[in-house]
DNA sequence: GTAGGACCTCAACTTCGCTCGAGGTCAAGG
DNA sequence: CCTTGACCTCGAGCGAAGTTGAGGTCCTAC
């Protein structure tokens, strides 16, 4: 019933068993939740939208208290600290397009030249893409 | 020995077998790669950046011509068209930080009434997270 | 001519965030 | 009492973008 928070049913069993969200169960074996865990549930998806993953939200979830419900300041806390996150993302997606317009005129793509094509920088972007095979510490690459 | 365009050799033969890069075969049947596959490796990775599947990227490399190596000016069309799906990008992540900041104060992070958490425009993000997923036409769903 | 390294193939494995299905149980209405 | 539908568990599978490893071949230098 609970997944009424617009998520698939699967979707929140596969949560509680990551520790993400929590449910008693009733004498039937079925699992009641806690009115707070709709709240849980959308910090969780809003901070997916940011870019978290699954382990980084449930560190953030970590810090919160476990004998209370979170307060609305706690929350607070935990979502601004999205906000340097995005700005990065931000601006490495914004550095790119400005590379991508200095270099749309030209059509060079190449790896001695272009700054677009720098494996140095990739592992900043945490962004869309490959990014734990990309973020590895591949240094000292020759780059033809 | 083409490795040295920086990527790992398992990653060249993989995208040899999704028919992104070509190489011909010497008598000893060991890969010899055309000069002009080293800038198709360079699109491709810039694609990656950008946040292009490879199947997309696919696509793009299929409308070069097939019987001589492209032009900048075809290399420079292609990668003309990132431009408008990088703003895209850019724009979601700002709107998403600018309603972030507006929640910030509030802690609110409801169902009912937060805009942040919104399922319905989570599709064109096309961004981190589970986006095949999130995609789903998903219609109707109660927001609590 | 032989040792060493660099290449080859092919299948299996990885991570992340889930979904799907089979087979079983529970609860409420008629 | 019985049926129906909603819940349960557990394991398997997906999809993207590769990596890893076993076992085999090739080429070059000494």
Redesign the pocket.
Known sequence: ?ATRAGI????L??YETEGLVHSER??????RYHRSELRRIAFIRVA?RVGL???EIREALATLPATRAPTEKEWARLSATWRPRLDAQIAVLEGLRDQLDSCIGCGCLSFRVCRLYNPGDIAATHGPG?R??LGDPRQGEAVD
């Open positions: 019933m698939a049913h699967s979707a069993r596969f009733t004498a039937g074996n079925q699992r997916q993953s699954l382990d490959p734990y095979l």
